[in-house]
């Protein structure tokens, strides 16, 4: 833990040192609207193939500490032995739940905290199980979701091949 941390990380450290990416509630004035998301996330299972399934790596955290939270402190409390990434469900997250039956796409940030620190990007809360496990496995680096959000800033999965 960063000497100023001011116990930012701390309650991270076991969730991210198990492989798993915290998922940040960062506004407290929506209930139901936290609960819709973090059910989504937490509830979530990918397809492993050859007929598994893989449990979410998403855990979800209701701590007031991280009300408000300025990501770019996160990140700059963040120690160097601890390699991972965050997601946060802030006020935008919050909107696009209320509005979801007009917009369609609920979105999250995601925020890296290991090889680009501090970079983020907004994904589609359905994207969430696919760019976890390939994080996780590093089959897939940070900034290839990043690149690949769409003209709005968020990640809705990669465009399918016009050949297949």
């Known amino acids: 833990m960063g000497p100023d941390d ?3 990380v701390g309650p991270l450290r076991g969730i991210v040192g198990n492989g798993r ?3 940040l509630r960062t506004t407290f ?6 609960a819709t998301v973090a059910a ?3 509830g979530r299972s990918r397809d492993g193939g050859w007929g598994s399934q893989e449990e979410s790596l998403v855990d979800a955290v209701v701590d007031r500490r991280y009300e408000n939270l300025d990501v770019v402190r996160l990140a700059g409390a963040w120690p160097d032995d601890l390699l991972g990434y965050v997601i946060v469900a802030d ?7 209320r509005a ?4 369609n796409t609920v979105s999250v940030l995601y925020v890296d905290l290991w090889s680009e620190r501090g970079s983020t990007f907004r994904i589609a809360v359905d994207q969430v199980p696919d760019v976890a496990m390939n994080l996780f496995i590093a ?3 940070f900034f290839e979701f990043a690149d690949a959000a769409g003209p709005d800033g968020v990640f809705r999965g990669f465009p399918s091949d016009p050949d297949e």
């Open 91 to 97: 006020d935008r997250t919050m909107a696009e739940v």
């Open 100 to 103: 979801a039956a007009s917009t």
């Open 29 to 34: 004035d929506d209930d139901a609207g936290w």
């Open 139 to 141: 089959n897939m680096d």
């Open 6 to 8: 001011g116990g930012l």
């Open 21 to 23: 990416t915290p998922l």
């Open 40 to 42: 989504a996330l937490e």
